[in-house]
């Protein structure tokens, strides 16, 4: 009998106390399951189709992560509220952004697929090794039979501060 993973998922603090829903942004990721990022952390999306690895927002450089390898054409750069201004963070991709409102208990923490292929995210990852990056991977989740990877955001900004530092 497989065992039931027990729940992870951290954004708990962003649920409502009326209905118990959470309000999740759907972020397109390549070679990879699209990302889920609590749409309350997001400050703004700006159309953007340069590469780049540090942004300025608001007159603030922020470190960029890139959901795309470096072939892939870009056009959105998405800033994300950090712990600090300072540890702010943008993921920078293509598509659409789409926006979800779930109910907690649907969200199904699962185990990584095997399809899930390791390597092709060290494409996008330029400064994380293998091992570093999938740390980062905060959970897997499974939303009406839809994979998703839940990041953790805190930890993304902590590398990419260090690494431009």
Do not use: C
Not at 15 to 42: H, R
Not at 141 to 151: Q, R, S, T
């Amino acid at each position: 009998m497989k065992q039931i993973l027990k729940h992870s998922f951290e954004a708990v603090s962003l649920l409502t106390t009326t209905n118990g829903m959470l309000d999740v942004t759907i972020v397109p990721a390549f070679n990879q399951p699209d990302w889920l990022i609590p749409s309350s952390l997001i400050l703004s999306v700006d159309e953007h189709d340069q590469r780049t690895s540090i942004y300025d927002w608001q007159e603030q450089e922020v470190s960029v992560f890139h959901l795309l390898p470096q072939d892939k054409a870009v056009d959105k750069i998405i800033v994300l509220e950090g712990n600090t201004s300072e540890h702010r963070l943008a993921l920078q991709t293509a598509g659409e952004l789409h926006q979800l409102q779930v109910r907690i208990s649907d969200v199904k923490d699962i185990e990584v697929p095997e399809n899930f292929d390791k390597t092709n995210i060290n494409e996008t990852a330029v400064p994380f090794n293998e091992n570093v990056m999938l740390s980062y991977l905060f959970q897997t989740v499974m939303i009406e039979d839809k994979v998703y990877l839940v990041p953790d955001l805190d930890k993304i900004a902590h590398q990419l501060v260090d690494v431009s530092s």
